[in-house]
């Protein structure tokens, strides 16, 4: 059998072996790759919860300044409560623009 060959038995062999482990990890880990690796904080900044919910850092201090998401000052920084984000996000889903070539 020629090297070539060899390695595509090897990687057709590992492939699903580690497709499952990714999968595995994915599942077991869900919480964490979407709220970050630090889900157990009550409180987070401004930067984590821009992280968290895929906005950006100013959009997060516009709802703050806005008054539509809730945010303690302590000395100089900003944090929020991780389950008044949650509500925050879960009360304003974002919506997709619907494609218009698609109508």
Known sequence: MSSNNLSEAFAAMIKPIVEEAVLQALNNNSRELRFGASADKVYVTVKQAA???GLGSSTIRLYI???QLQAQKVGSRLLIK???LEAFLESNPIRAIQD???T
């Open 51 to 53: 992280d968290i919910s």
């Open 65 to 67: 300044r806005k008054r």
């Open 82 to 84: 991780r389950t008044d």
């Open 100 to 102: 218009k070539f698609l």
